[in-house]
């Protein structure tokens, strides 16, 4: 078997999930290789090949994958996957935009956000937001997977395989890129914190919002939201926790006024250690917090802040 | 212009599922069905671009099982003109959908096919991306803004970290996200209005599409129960326990 793992990159940099994929990689087992694709990747690309078990780094550089559409990557993937067994990305925006596309022009199934490898073919992943789990066999000669790079601890960074280039020739009369507006933050990104802190509609407004940076800074903390609270305006939908926004599995989760949808469970049922800060104390998340304080957020919050 | 939006019959977003004990599937006998929420905002979307003069017509379709009428009444309710019925009593996975699809696309060629981003139930996220690729259509996912302009559509993405605006050669198909609008409610006398308007009903075959999937459902099962843990009195004891028992924090 040979597998190729799409590497997400953003800003000049490789993302941590990579080292994830690349880990559900080793676990179906075969040759690995890495193709990073987007515009000057000198790097991203030498950031790829320490990754432990990636045999070959292949290199798209090109102004066509600058912005990561999907129309010329999934191109530049058809280009590829005649070579592999399996094609891996993670269930990113990115992932998720361009695999589909790649499996459809290949006729093949995709599998979505897997969370275990059984075998070389079979897979589970969540359904219903997480309220079950599905084992799930493909017939098809090529895989297309995407992975929830939560579920798969990452491969050191010991490695060094070799780097060449693809020539490929890909255009793009379709789609072109136009702007884009990036949350600037120096707090960690919401996939790969190893503290969350979570605020919900109890949160009240976006402005109350700001009681919870000085916690977060103390803890090294990303900052999330429930999906009420980016339904109510109070924050953009990139700080989304749940089955509709990120997935996060963190060492520890701090919920903050949120009741515990279903849907936002599903986002955070994963992480090591959740607290939740509720003044109801009927709230579905003490169901699943392991530490629950019942109390008005608006005290609580400023206390800990005090205590850390 | 003309806009195509696909619909999804799925288990109602408020009713707490069962898996069967057979493990076979999740049990879906005598449990409340509705229109998958991302589908609501296409339908929403589709039938905004008509009241702004940008549509001329609305053609809902879904692919499913006879049952599935109900959610293209739905539709036709909220504002479609038309419906289409692909009927299928078979599992239908995404790429089988997505084939169906692309033939009802074939045959009314739509310049704007609007899809939600995912479905409640498989919680794939695939349809609307591989309908984009059948039809050689370039793609506007997880939308939370869309505007024609001419030949172009542009549409503003969700994307993990903010948003990002592309700009797509029409025809196009753009799937939505949570924030591309708020959904109207149908009203009594759209609703009855609904029941005479026009619902084809093709199958599979007469569309000339095999809607089989490569992919074979083994087993599903409920997920690793989490065991719900302690109340503490205050934000002290709260303190000591990350520290101390937990260790998560030093």
Known sequence: MSILVLAEHHDGQLADATAHVVAAAQAIGGDIDVLVAGQDLGSIAEAAAKLDGVARVRVADSEVFAHQLAEPLADLLVSLADDYSHVLAAASTTGKNVLPRLAALKDVAQISEIIAVESADTFKRPIYAGNAIATVQSGDALKVITVRSTAFDAVAQEGSASVEAVDAAVDNALSSFVGEELAKSDRPELGAARVVVSGGRGMGSGEN????????????????????????????????????????APDLYIAVGISGAIQHLAGMKDSKVIVAINKDEEAPIFQVADYGLVADLFEAIPELDSKL | MKVLVAVKRVIDYNVKIRVKPDGSDVDLTNVKMAMNPFCEIAVEEAVRLKEQGVATEVVAVTVGPKAAQEQLRTALALGADRAIHVESDERVESLGAAKALAKVVEKEAPQLVILGKQAIDSDNNQTGQMLAALTGMPQGTFASAVEVEGETLKVVREIDGGLQTVALKLPAVVTTDLRLNEPRYAKLPDIMKAKKKPLDVLTPAELGVEVASGLTLVKVEPPAERQGGVKVGSVDELVDKLKNEAKVIA
């Open chain 1, 209 to 248: 919002f700001k009681i919870l940076d000085s916690v977060a800074d103390k803890l090294g903390a990303a900052i999330g939201a429930s999906r009420a609270a980016v339904d109510a305006g109070f924050v953009p939908n990139d700080m989304q926790v749940g089955q509709t926004g990120k997935i996060v």
